[in-house]
């Protein structure tokens, strides 16, 4: 069968081969986790049940059920000042996975150039492939908090580019970005007129310092989408839901590839996202707060093991530097001898090298018991 | 959150963090770690320390019991009077007073059964102010403290994901 030369393009990815490396092993600790260890918000799930009960299982509006846009509109303002008409400027997607992927498909025609902050969340490059475009990473690196700067956008040819993507809190460094941090970006995204994608599905997750959108600075709404969904603060990966936030004609352009391609989001799970909007904000402070005291806890381990690591403060990643060289020996060592399964940095891109994408997404215990081995694994 | 009341969910979570570990977890050091945890056994906050124990897994389940108790008060006598008089046996483990259909609920902990029934009938029940007792006796334990007793759920996530 002839596969596309566009998905031949793409390699297979460097999560996958660790994952397989990690299930040849019994006893194995992982802090390559990228998904919460919490279970649902129970009041969530029961949403979820009852609208299987009363037999909601057809399609919804392509957008997403009123009531849930409305929701997300809602909060989304009182949160982070993000203004939005639930009518046309929300779109429900399944997972923001398809936010990003409907995105690409949307704004990118074939040959454009996209920039990628990066180490960046493993999907952008393979969906800007896929969507026919030109992936530019633009490396981040520790001297700056593994922060974008303008001058790494000037420098790695963000300038004529058709797109930027970032994400903050950043899947894998925990970076954050404060509002001023963000001024140069958008001055930049103005002068070189770039659309901005905007990741944003760590914002509740945010330890230190309040998170800002930069949707919000002046000149960005027109020209940025917001990209959020429920998988990390609310602990709902497998419900699959998520949405993007942007001006009435990205929205319309993106739906128009949503609804050829997904119809709409999954009821059962748009249902359950109601109710966690409604009801769950106490367990979401509950479960920040818990990841909070284990950051803490690795960021002090790692900090008395004399393994250099900046202090993350959101998603639930830390991203220290690798104590050997070359991180993917390291990780490979360490699995093979302590059964803890770090990540390496490199399979997050530019500026990921050296360094190791390290979960906290996992119970105080084992995460003692996991770092006592990294700290036996260097003695 | 202050940092006491941080203290006090931790230790709640769990009480054998280690002063090290518990410093980590606030961000704090250990010498502050100590310092309010003495401050709050002092002042009686932190009452004691217990493991949450799965009986029905080892060989010497003990038999528990609710016990709903009935009370009727006079000018001379009241709820601390009678839970003076109980407080002190060993056999209650937890003694309140609740509102609703009964006054006092308790746990009651023995060997047996006839042990149980013995310690009511003999103990409780003869205290004047008592006119009933009702007795639970406890015969399956989901979950105690915050601690589901299922075999609990695996991990099923991925080892590695993005
Ligand atoms: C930065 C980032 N964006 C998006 C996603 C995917 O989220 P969803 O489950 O909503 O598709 C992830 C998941 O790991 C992520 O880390």
Redesign the pocket.
Known sequence: MKISERVERVPPSGIRRFFELTEELDDVISLGV??PDFTAPWSAREAAIDSLERGRTSYTANRGMAALREAIAERSRERYDLDYDPDEEVLVT?????A?DVAFRAFVDPGDRVAIAQP??V?YVPGVTFAGGEPVPIPTGEADDFELTAEALREHGAADAEALVF?YP??PTGATMSKQDLEPIAAFAREHDLTVLA?E??ADLTYEGDHTSIATLPGMRERTVV?N????AYAM?GL???YALAPPEAITAMNRVHQYSMLSAPTTAQHAAIDALDNCDDAVVEMRSQYDRRRRFVLSRFDEMGIDCFTAKG?FYVFPESPWEDAEAFAEALLDAEGVAVVPGDVFGAGGEGHLRVSYATGMNELREAMDRIERFLD | MDIRAELLSLLRENARYTTVDLARMLGTDESEVTEQIEALEAEGVLKGYQAVVDWRRTDEEPVRALVECNVTLDRETGYDDIAARLVGFPEIQSLRLVSGEYDFSLTVEADSMGEVSRFVSEKVAPVPEITQTVTHYLMESYKERGFEFGDGHDDDRLSV??
């Open positions: 990228g998904e399944a997972g923001a996975s398809e990003i960046s969340y999907s994400c950043n899947n990741d599905i760590y990209f969904g429920f998988s990390k990966t699959r839901l998520g998603a | 994901s993005p």
